[in-house]
Antibody, heavy 115, light 107 residues
């Protein structure tokens, strides 16, 4: 059974940083593209970033380019999202997903950016 | 960026009804489209990929169709657990984009 467990969310001040993690199990992690999406409170879904199987290709939505970095550790079956220069509009539930096309989703971790 | 226009924004229906949700892409995306269900307070779950392929474990009352710019998700006979939000996602080109969502409510 595919399991994706996000962690690392919390309350942070504007301009601050957070690192989200996603622990994966139940599939061959190194064989799958991995993705992050987010959902602002009461709003729809937004694609954030994805990363190729070996980490050699990364793609981002424009609003996070230069501030967020997606990475992975295939030896640890883990996906990460380093978020710097956080803004109020980054407040959202962040989901990791297996596959470049969001085959399976985790339960999410909540990020709140506020002073 | 490719815009995905989803309709309707909300829909009221009864158990047993047949419902259809539509997504229109601002440019052709072949069949690079998925459909997702999100129950209230829960994570999304993929129902359909490649426009018409049913995700493993998803009931056969769900079906998808379309190619190019027009896509539909059909639920043939609504069950109580189907009342949720539904989203389409295009993955033809970056940035990937979701539709605005359709909230399916009980009439």
């Amino acid at each position: 059974e595919v399991q994706l467990v996000e962690s690392g969310g919390g309350l942070v001040q504007p301009g601050g940083s957070l690192r989200l993690s996603c622990a994966a199990s139940g599939f061959t992690f190194s064989s799958q593209w991995m993705s992050w999406a987010r959902q602002r409170p009461g709003k729809g879904l937004e694609w954030v970033a994805n990363i190729k199987r070996d980490g050699s290709e990364k793609n981002y939505v424009d609003s996070v380019k230069g501030r967020f970095t997606i990475s992975r550790d295939n030896a640890k079956n883990s996906l990460y999202l380093q978020m710097n220069s956080l803004r109020a509009e980054d407040t959202a539930m962040y989901y990791c997903a297996c596959g470049g096309w969001f085959d399976y989703w985790g339960q999410g971790t909540l990020v709140a950016v506020s002073s | 960026d490719i815009q995905m226009t989803q309709s309707p924004f909300s829909l009221s229906a009864s158990v047993g009804d047949r419902v259809t949700i539509t997504c229109r892409a601002s440019q052709g995306i072949r069949n690079d489209l998925g459909w997702f269900q999100q129950p209230p307070g829960k994570a999304p779950k993929r129902l359909i990929y490649a426009a018409s392929s049913l995700q493993s474990g998803v009931p056969s009352r769900f079906s998808g169709s379309g190619s190019g710019t027009e896509f539909t998700l059909t639920i043939s006979s609504l069950q109580p657990e189907d009342f949720a939000a539904y989203y389409c996602l295009q993955y033809n080109s970056y940035p990937f984009t979701f539709g605005q969502g359709t909230k399916l409510e009980i009439k």
